[in-house]
C-alpha cells in the first residue's frame, strides 16, 4: 500500500454503487416513514427558538504586558459552505462576527438568536471545497425553492422528510460538489474576498480578534471518516484562494502548502478537529508493525499543527472508554462516525488526543523527535454563523438536521433524529488562550506556543505550571501566573533540565469555576509516560476537589461529588462543589529516564445537558444522560531526559 493510500483510501465503483443503492433504499424506507405519520404539520413550538437573551458584556481589558484569557470559536460556517446553504443557512462571515459580538441573528430555521456573553476572538471557517458555489451558483435544492423557516413551519411530515433526504443524498454521494459541475475559482475567489473583508472589517485590536482562514476537508474514501483542519492565518498577509482537499488530498499536501506559505512570511497554521470521527487516521504515525510512516511524521508536524480542537459539537476527542478503561470519567459526549457504526478499539486507537501525545512521547524515546506535542481547544463547528455552546441556549449544528428542539429530539415527529447522530453530539466548546493582549499577533503567538486550553463551553479559567521548585504555598498566592512563569513553565512548555539528579518535577494547578456556571467538582492530572521497553502508559491522579470528601484508600478512588440536578426542572443548585481549587503537586513517581507529559483535567459538578431543557421546553421526558459533568482540559507540559 502506497503512502498516499494509507493516508487517504479510495471508494471503488462498485462500493460507490453500493452506496447509492442503499441511499435508494433508505429514500424509500424514508417516504414510507413520513407517510405513515400523516400528512399534519409538524408543530414543533421549539422554532420559535430558545427565550431571548441579554448579552452580558466581557470583563475589562487587562493591562499592559499581564497575561489573561481570552475566549473565542475557531470554527463556525456560513451559507458559503455548500452542506450549511443547503440546509436552510443564509447567514454570511459579517453575521458570525456581529453575533460573535452581541448582536442578533436569525437562525437557518428561523428564529433570532444571541450570544449569552459576547467572544474576544472567532473566524470565519467555511469549507474551501466549493467554496460559495452552492450559495452563489443557481443550485435547485428544497431549501432554495421554499424557504426553510416555510418549510419547516407550514408543509407536512412527507414533504419535510422527502426534503431531508434528497439533501441528504446529494451530500453523501457527491460531498461538497453536490450538483455543481465544477469547481468555479471565480466563485471561490469572490466568496474568499468575502470572507476576508468581513475579517478585516471587525477587526477591532485590543477589543475584538477575527482570524481570515477556512476549513480544509478531507475524507478518507468513506462518509464521514474526517481528516478535516482549519487553516488560520495571524495576520492580512493571504493568498489569493484557499488551498483545498480538491487541490491536496492529504494532509502531507496541506503541510506542503503551509511550509510554502511560512517560507512567504505568512504567518499561518492547521488545527485538526474530530481526530474522534477519523477512524483511527488522525494521529497515525505508524504502521501495523510499528514502523515510522514518514510522511506522516515530518519533523515540523507539530510546528504546522501546534494545537488540535479536543472539544466541539461532533462529539469529544479527549479519550475514549476503550483506550482509558481505568478513567471514569472519559465517557464523556462520545459520538461515533456513522450512526449505527460500531466502535472498535481499531477504529479509536490514533483517532483521540490522549493517545496520540502518548503515541508522540513514544517515537520521542525511539526517534529523538515528537510530531504529536500539541496543545487543545475547544470550538463549535457550527453550521449556521453562531457559537451555541450554552447547554441551555443549544441551537444545534445544521438548521434542517437539528435545529430546534423536536427536531433534535424527535418530538417533531420525524423520526429524523434516528436517521442523525443529532443527539449524540454535544453543545459545542469553546477555546481559551493565554495572552498578553486581544491583538491577532498575540494571540496567534499564544497558539503556536501551545498556551491554550479547551473547554466544553463554559467559561472555566484553568493554570498550569511546572518546573522543579515552586515555593510553598504557591498555588494559593493572588498572582499565580508570575509566580508560575517565575519558576516555571506554563502549559504547552518543555520543562527544562532538572537542577539537581533525583528530583521530581513539581506542578501548580489553579482552577476558577465559570463566573456564571457551575461550581467545581476536581481538579485531576492526567500523565503519560513511557517505560524502558518504549510502550506508553497513563495515570490520572486527583490533585484537588470540593467538599467533605476522602480518597478510599482500598480503591483509591475519590467519592463522587454528587449531583443537585432535577431533571424534570432543568435546574441545578451550586449547594456542592467549590468555586475555587488549587494544589501543588509533585510527581511520586517520577523516573528521570522516562519521556512523559502531563495536563489537567477540571470537572464542574452534574449540570443538565442540552437534552434536557429540550425536554423542558417540548414538555416531555429527558432522554439519556440527563446531567454531565462539563470540563475544561489544558494543553500538556512535556518532559524529554
Same mark, same amino acid.
Given at each position: 500500500?502506497? #503512502?498516499?493510500?494509507?493516508?487517504?483510501?479510495?471508494?471503488?465503483?462498485?462500493?460507490?454503487?453500493?452506496?447509492?443503492?442503499?441511499?435508494?433504499?433508505?429514500?424509500?424506507?424514508?417516504?414510507?416513514?413520513?407517510?405513515?405519520?400523516?400528512?399534519?404539520?409538524?408543530?414543533?413550538?421549539?422554532?420559535?427558538?430558545?427565550?431571548?437573551?441579554? $448579552?452580558?458584556?466581557?470583563?475589562?481589558?487587562?493591562?499592559?504586558?499581564?497575561?489573561?484569557?481570552?475566549?473565542?470559536?475557531?470554527?463556525?460556517?456560513?451559507?458559503?459552505?455548500?452542506?450549511?446553504?443547503?440546509?436552510?443557512?443564509?447567514?454570511?462571515?459579517?453575521?458570525?462576527?456581529?453575533?460573535?459580538?452581541?448582536?442578533?441573528?436569525?437562525? !437557518?430555521?428561523?428564529?433570532?438568536?444571541?450570544?449569552?456573553?459576547?467572544?474576544?476572538?472567532?473566524?470565519?471557517?467555511?469549507?474551501?471545497?466549493?467554496?460559495?458555489?452552492?450559495?452563489?451558483?443557481?443550485?435547485?435544492?428544497?431549501? *432554495?425553492?421554499?424557504?426553510?423557516?416555510?418549510?419547516?413551519?407550514?408543509?407536512?411530515?412527507?414533504?419535510?422528510?422527502?426534503?431531508?433526504?434528497?439533501?441528504?443524498?446529494?451530500?453523501?454521494?457527491?460531498?461538497?460538489?453536490?450538483?455543481?459541475?465544477?469547481?468555479?475559482?471565480?466563485?471561490?475567489?469572490?466568496?474568499?474576498?468575502?470572507?476576508?473583508?468581513?475579517?478585516?472589517?471587525?477587526?477591532?485590536?485590543?477589543?475584538? *480578534?477575527?482570524?481570515? !482562514?477556512?476549513?480544509?476537508?478531507?475524507?478518507?474514501?468513506?462518509?464521514?471518516?474526517?481528516?478535516?483542519?482549519?487553516? %488560520?492565518?495571524? #495576520?492580512?498577509?493571504?493568498?489569493?484562494?484557499?488551498?483545498?482537499?480538491?487541490?491536496?488530498?492529504?494532509?502531507?499536501?496541506?503541510?506542503?502548502?503551509?511550509?510554502?506559505?511560512?517560507?512567504?512570511?505568512?504567518?499561518?497554521?492547521?488545527?485538526?478537529?474530530?481526530?474522534?470521527?477519523?477512524?483511527?487516521?488522525?494521529?497515525?504515525?505508524?504502521?501495523?508493525?510499528?514502523?515510522?510512516?514518514?510522511?506522516?511524521?515530518?519533523?515540523?508536524?507539530?510546528?504546522? /499543527?501546534?494545537?488540535?480542537?479536543?472539544?466541539?459539537?461532533?462529539?469529544?476527542?479527549?479519550?475514549?472508554?476503550?483506550?482509558?478503561?481505568?478513567? /471514569?470519567?472519559?465517557?464523556?459526549?462520545?459520538?461515533?462516525?456513522?450512526?449505527?457504526?460500531?466502535?472498535?478499539?481499531?477504529?479509536?486507537?490514533?483517532?483521540?488526543?490522549?493517545?496520540?501525545?502518548?503515541?508522540?512521547?513514544?517515537?520521542?524515546?525511539?526517534?529523538?523527535?515528537?510530531?504529536?506535542?500539541?496543545?487543545?481547544?475547544?470550538?463549535?463547528?457550527?453550521?449556521?454563523?453562531?457559537? $451555541?455552546?450554552?447547554?441551555?441556549?443549544?441551537? #444545534?449544528?445544521?438548521?434542517?438536521?437539528?435545529?430546534?428542539?423536536?427536531?433534535?429530539?424527535?418530538?417533531?415527529?420525524?423520526?429524523?433524529?434516528?436517521?442523525?447522530?443529532?443527539?449524540?453530539?454535544?453543545?459545542?466548546?469553546?477555546?481559551?488562550?493565554?495572552?498578553?493582549?486581544?491583538?491577532?499577533?498575540?494571540?496567534?503567538?499564544?497558539?503556536?506556543?501551545?498556551?491554550? &486550553?479547551?473547554?466544553?463551553?463554559?467559561?472555566?479559567?484553568?493554570?498550569?505550571?511546572?518546573?522543579?521548585?515552586?515555593?510553598?504555598?504557591?498555588?494559593?498566592?493572588?498572582?499565580?501566573? *508570575?509566580?508560575?512563569?517565575?519558576?516555571?513553565?506554563?502549559?504547552?512548555?518543555?520543562? $527544562?533540565?532538572? $537542577?539537581?539528579? #533525583?528530583?521530581?518535577?513539581? &506542578?501548580?494547578?489553579?482552577?476558577?469555576?465559570?463566573?456564571?456556571?457551575?461550581?467545581?467538582?476536581? %481538579?485531576?492530572?492526567?500523565? !503519560?509516560?513511557?517505560?524502558?521497553?518504549?510502550?506508553?502508559?497513563?495515570?490520572?491522579?486527583?490533585?484537588?476537589?470540593?467538599?467533605?470528601?476522602?480518597?478510599?484508600?482500598?480503591? !483509591?478512588?475519590?467519592?463522587?461529588?454528587?449531583?443537585?440536578?432535577?431533571?424534570?426542572?432543568?435546574?441545578?443548585?451550586?449547594?456542592?462543589?467549590?468555586?475555587?481549587?488549587?494544589?501543588?503537586?509533585?510527581?511520586?513517581?517520577?523516573?528521570?529516564?522516562?519521556?512523559?507529559?502531563?495536563?489537567?483535567?477540571?470537572?464542574? %459538578?452534574?449540570?443538565?445537558?442540552?437534552?434536557?431543557?429540550?425536554?423542558?421546553?417540548?414538555?416531555?421526558?429527558?432522554?439519556?444522560?440527563?446531567?454531565?459533568?462539563?470540563?475544561?482540559?489544558?494543553?500538556?507540559?512535556?518532559?524529554?531526559?
Amino acid at each position: 500500500m502506497t #503512502g498516499r493510500q494509507h493516508i487517504v483510501g479510495r471508494r471503488t465503483r462498485a462500493e460507490a454503487g453500493g452506496v447509492k443503492i442503499k441511499l435508494l433504499g433508505l429514500l424509500l424506507l424514508a417516504a414510507l416513514l413520513a407517510a405513515y405519520f400523516t400528512l399534519s404539520p409538524i408543530e414543533d413550538p421549539s422554532l420559535t427558538g430558545p427565550e431571548p437573551i441579554e $448579552p452580558i458584556t466581557t470583563a475589562p481589558a487587562p493591562t499592559q504586558g499581564e497575561q489573561r484569557v481570552y475566549w473565542g470559536d475557531l470554527h463556525i460556517h456560513t451559507s458559503l459552505s455548500s452542506d450549511a446553504f443547503t440546509m436552510g443557512v443564509r447567514a454570511v462571515p459579517d453575521d458570525v462576527y456581529r453575533f460573535a459580538k452581541g448582536a442578533t441573528i436569525q437562525h !437557518g430555521a428561523g428564529y433570532s438568536v444571541t450570544i449569552a456573553r459576547p467572544l474576544d476572538f472567532a473566524a470565519v471557517t467555511d469549507h474551501a471545497e466549493y467554496l460559495g458555489q452552492a450559495k452563489l451558483s443557481d443550485l435547485d435544492v428544497p431549501t *432554495t425553492r421554499q424557504r426553510l423557516a416555510d418549510l419547516l413551519n407550514n408543509e407536512n411530515r412527507l414533504t419535510i422528510t422527502q426534503a431531508w433526504w434528497e439533501i441528504m443524498s446529494l451530500i453523501r454521494e457527491n460531498g461538497f460538489k453536490l450538483d455543481l459541475e465544477s469547481v468555479d475559482p471565480a466563485i471561490n475567489k469572490s466568496a474568499w474576498e468575502e470572507m476576508v473583508a468581513a475579517a478585516e472589517q471587525h477587526y477591532e485590536p485590543g477589543v475584538f *480578534t477575527t482570524f481570515p !482562514g477556512w476549513e480544509w476537508s478531507a475524507d478518507a474514501g468513506d462518509v464521514g471518516t474526517h481528516l478535516h483542519r482549519n487553516v %488560520i492565518y495571524g #495576520g492580512d498577509d493571504l493568498p489569493e484562494i484557499p488551498f483545498s482537499s480538491i487541490d491536496g488530498p492529504t494532509p502531507p499536501d496541506l503541510w506542503v502548502f503551509l511550509r510554502s506559505e511560512r517560507a512567504k512570511g505568512r504567518r499561518v497554521m492547521a488545527i485538526p478537529h474530530n481526530p474522534n470521527l477519523s477512524e483511527g487516521l488522525a494521529y497515525r504515525i505508524t504502521g501495523s508493525s510499528g514502523e515510522r510512516i514518514t510522511e506522516l511524521s515530518p519533523a515540523d508536524r507539530s510546528i504546522l /499543527e501546534p494545537i488540535s480542537e479536543i472539544l466541539q459539537i461532533k462529539g469529544s476527542s479527549d479519550t475514549h472508554p476503550l483506550l482509558s478503561s481505568l478513567d /471514569e470519567f472519559a465517557d464523556f459526549e462520545i459520538a461515533g462516525t456513522v450512526p449505527g457504526r460500531e466502535m472498535t478499539l481499531t477504529s479509536v486507537k490514533g483517532a483521540y488526543a490522549r493517545d496520540a501525545l502518548r503515541g508522540g512521547i513514544s517515537m520521542a524515546h525511539s526517534e529523538g523527535f515528537n510530531p504529536l506535542k500539541f496543545g487543545v481547544i475547544g470550538s463549535s463547528d457550527s453550521h449556521n454563523a453562531t457559537s $451555541p455552546s450554552d447547554e441551555k441556549g443549544y441551537t #444545534g449544528k445544521l438548521p434542517m438536521m437539528d435545529g430546534s428542539a423536536g427536531l433534535r429530539t424527535g418530538a417533531a415527529g420525524l423520526a429524523l433524529d434516528k436517521m442523525t447522530p443529532a443527539r449524540k453530539w454535544g453543545s459545542g466548546g469553546l477555546a481559551a488562550v493565554w495572552a498578553s493582549e486581544n491583538t491577532r499577533e498575540a494571540l496567534f503567538d499564544a497558539m503556536q506556543r501551545r498556551e491554550t &486550553f479547551a473547554t466544553s463551553g463554559p467559561r472555566i479559567t484553568v493554570s498550569l505550571f511546572g518546573g522543579w521548585g515552586f515555593p510553598d504555598g504557591a498555588a494559593m498566592v493572588s498572582d499565580v501566573d *508570575t509566580l508560575g512563569r517565575a519558576y516555571g513553565v506554563p502549559m504547552g512548555g518543555d520543562l $527544562p533540565m532538572a $537542577p539537581e539528579v #533525583g528530583l521530581a518535577p513539581e &506542578f501548580i494547578a489553579v482552577a476558577q469555576r465559570d463566573p456564571l456556571g457551575a461550581n467545581l467538582d476536581r %481538579i485531576q492530572m492526567i500523565k !503519560g509516560w513511557v517505560d524502558a521497553d518504549g510502550v506508553s502508559h497513563e495515570a490520572i491522579f486527583d490533585l484537588a476537589w470540593s467538599d467533605d470528601r476522602d480518597v478510599d484508600p482500598d480503591t !483509591g478512588k475519590l467519592p463522587s461529588v454528587g449531583s443537585t440536578v432535577d431533571s424534570k426542572a432543568a435546574t441545578y443548585t451550586n449547594q456542592i462543589g467549590a468555586p475555587q481549587l488549587s494544589a501543588q503537586w509533585r510527581d511520586p513517581a517520577f523516573d528521570p529516564r522516562q519521556e512523559a507529559f502531563y495536563y489537567l483535567r477540571v470537572l464542574e %459538578i452534574p449540570t443538565p445537558r442540552w437534552s434536557t431543557y429540550d425536554a423542558l421546553q417540548l414538555g416531555m421526558e429527558p432522554m439519556e444522560p440527563v446531567a454531565i459533568q462539563e470540563r475544561a482540559i489544558s494543553s500538556a507540559i512535556w518532559y524529554q531526559p
